[in-house]
């Protein structure tokens, strides 16, 4: 299965529940781009510390700021934008 197909099917079934269980006063959309990397086996524990305490880290460097920093990181020629 694609990345563009397990994203298309997350936001859809996310969007329905969280509408339908009213959670917002509006209308719940999600943005029409993603970003997705993939992580090695061995980085696997890092990267599931960080969600753990993402709103933690979060305090410290923004949202934005990150992923910026990790676009350039992971900048290949085939990335990189002008």
Aim: contains cysteine; proline residues 2%; aromatic residues 14%.
């Amino acid at each position: 299965m694609s990345v563009a197909k397990v994203m298309q099917l997350i936001k859809g079934e996310s969007s329905f529940w969280i509408n339908r269980e009213r959670l917002f006063t509006h209308a719940f959309e999600w943005a029409v781009e993603y970003f997705a990397i993939s992580v090695s086996p061995s980085s696997l524990e890092r990267v599931r510390f960080y969600i753990r305490n993402q709103e933690h880290h979060h305090k410290k460097i923004s949202f934005k700021d990150e992923y910026e920093q990790l676009k350039k990181h992971c900048e290949t020629p085939h990335t990189a934008t002008t």
